[in-house]
């Protein structure tokens, strides 16, 4: 027997107005799966690339949302991991997360544990695995390492500095105003710089006495690559993990030979793609949040309703991360 309930659904590609809340039926679960009655739902920049367009990932009319926290309300037959009452985070690459109720697959489910707010958890699920993964696996920090961090004031870039300056690193950040690098400072930059108005591949040069750094991890894109490749050292890596302010243009990449430079554009899912994996990495990140080791402040909780205002904060650069309360 199905559950009534309530979603974000959109139906035309659009601005911020195209999200509509509407009720919505959800099936009882079927083998393998959960019926999660959520509580929280992170409101990411990747859906508002989904919902206005840029990315056709999501079926319309569609639910956006990658990620949320909820309790389990039923579980499929088969399930063993998880029972009826149980706090679980999940990250569904098919959306579905900015909705009051539905059904997920057990394989994709992680336990949250006591102690971590059910905004806090959903807000920085994925954003944590993100930051861990690039600072652990894609290039690894090593102690005294030099790293760069551009647009270290937002949602990952706070994380990517505070986890790269606990495993020794010595970080550089950049942000795009004033507010944007107090909040990087605050997250364990050493240096930061304006990127807007300073020249960041000189400040980057002049603070590691002309060295450069090993690693770049940039998520804005077109207005910062051209600084983070002038910034690697020899051997650097430029990790490309988004871009914020729009697309990279070709380059050539014989480019990249005059330092032996390499430039890498990776993603969550194959870090995290085996069950394994998941439950490994989501515990690490767990034991560090509740141990008050990262930077997990909210920006903003808004009603699953008010989707719209959310999304357009974020797309005024307003300081997050947010999340609806479902």
């Not at 937002?154 to 010595?170: D, I, N, Y």
């Not at 050539?252 to 969550?268: C, E, H, N, Q, T």
Request: hydrophobic share 45%; net charge negative; aromatic share 6%.
């Amino acid at each position: 027997m199905g559950t009534a309930s309530e979603a974000i659904v959109i139906r035309a590609y659009g601005g911020p107005e195209v999200m509509k809340l509407e009720g919505v039926d959800v099936p009882a679960p079927s083998a393998g799966e959960l019926l999660v009655r959520q509580h929280a739902a992170s409101v990411n920049f990747h859906d508002i690339y989904v919902r206005s367009g840029s990315y056709r990932t999501l079926d319309l009319p569609g639910i956006p949302g990658l990620e949320a926290v909820g309790t389990v309300e039923a579980v499929g037959e088969g399930v063993t991991d998880f029972a009826v009452g149980d706090r679980i985070a999940y990250i569904a690459r098919n959306y579905g997360g900015y909705a009051r109720a539905r059904i997920i697959s057990a394989a994709l489910a992680v336990p949250v544990p006591a102690g971590i707010d059910d905004g806090v958890a959903a807000a920085w699920f994925l954003k944590g695995l993100t930051a861990q993964a690039l600072v652990e696996e894609v290039e690894p920090v090593r102690p005294d390492m030099a790293v760069l961090v551009q647009a270290a004031g937002g949602g990952v870039g706070q994380l990517v500095a505070r986890m790269a300056r606990l495993k020794g690193g010595r970080v550089i950040g950049t942000a795009g105003s004033a507010d944007k690098a107090a909040i990087a400072m605050a997250a364990g930059c050493d240096e930061v710089i304006l990127y807007r108005e300073e020249d960041v591949a000189a400040r980057v040069m002049a603070f590691t006495g002309g060295e450069g750094v090993g690693a770049a991890y940039d998520a804005v894109g077109g207005d910062t690559f051209e600084g983070s490749l002038a910034s690697l050292a020899v051997k650097g890596h430029l990790v490309h993990y988004g871009q914020a302010s729009g697309p990279i243009p070709p380059f050539d990449l014989s480019r990249l030979g005059a330092k032996s430079a390499k430039v890498s554009r990776p993603f969550l899912w194959p870090y995290i793609s085996t069950r394994g994996t998941l439950l490994s990495a989501s515990e690490r990140l767990f034991a560090a949040m509740v141990a008050g080791a990262l930077p997990v402040k909210l920006g903003g909780r808004y009603e699953l309703q008010d989707a719209a205002k959310v999304h357009a904060a974020l797309e005024s650069r307003a300081a997050g991360p947010f999340v609806l309360d479902c």
